[in-house]
């Protein structure tokens, strides 16, 4: 199965950029870079998708390595409303595993 | 336009029982998928269907589960018979499908506990 690892839980305040690193060392060639959010009690939202370089939405930044073997999702400016699971995918058109995901908690 | 519609939205069952849980992806979706996710675990793929064929179906435990997408719309995914294990949301999402990238597009799950 397609793994990444990202870090558990990170904290951050209210007004800050936070950045969460997903690490996939064996990515294949065919694999786009996806990142969800999921709050409690419902399903993942799609927040961005890349396959290399920098991509830009208007509410995350993705960067990707030349190497791809990992990516970083940019969270400009949070709010307390972005407090929730953030899951990093690599995938195509299968094998769309998510990893345990990264809690992010926006403190006042 | 009408995202994925799951139902039921909770169900309560005694172990041995039997439980289905119904999905209705996006119009035009090809690509129909049903997770798993365990509470504090990210969600585990369970079957794949490509229009109405089985795309992946390798973590399905087909002792217990089963899963049909017939005509290629909504799907129907089947528990019988229950473990207390079995206690999850089943979340159910949909994409265009095709290769190359695909964005899922989940319901709001349904929320399975097993006594």
């Known amino acids: 199965l397609a793994k990444t690892t990202q870090p558990i839980s990170m904290d951050s305040y209210e007004g800050q950029e936070v950045n969460i690193t997903c690490s996939h060392n064996?990515?294949?060639?065919?694999?786009?870079i996806t990142w969800y959010q999921q709050f409690p009690s419902q399903g993942p939202r799609f927040i961005i998708q890349?396959?290399?370089t920098k991509v830009t939405n208007e509410v995350a930044s993705l960067f990707i390595p030349a190497d791809r073997k990992s990516s970083t999702l940019s969270l400009p400016r949070v709010s307390l409303s972005d407090t929730a699971v953030y899951y990093c995918?690599?995938?195509?058109?299968?094998?769309?595993?998510f990893g345990s995901g990264t809690q992010l908690t926006v403190l006042p | 336009e009408a995202g994925v519609a799951q139902s039921p939205r909770y169900k309560i069952i005694e172990k041995r029982q039997s439980v289905a849980f119904w999905c209705n992806p996006i119009s035009g979706h090809a690509t129909l998928y049903w997770y798993q996710q365990i509470l504090g675990q990210g969600p585990k793929l369970l079957i794949q269907f490509q229009n109405n064929g089985v795309v992946d179906d390798s973590q399905l435990p087909k002792d217990r589960f089963s899963a049909e997408r017939l005509k290629g719309v909504d799907s129907t995914l089947k528990i019988q018979p229950a473990k207390l294990e079995d206690s999850a949301v089943y979340l159910c999402a949909s994409s265009l499908g095709g290769t190359g990238a695909n964005v899922l597009t989940f319901g709001a799950g349904s929320r399975l506990t097993v006594l």
């Open positions: 890349g396959y290399k």
């Open positions: 064996n990515i294949a060639t065919n694999d786009y």
């Open positions: 995918l690599r995938g195509s058109a299968r094998q769309l595993t």
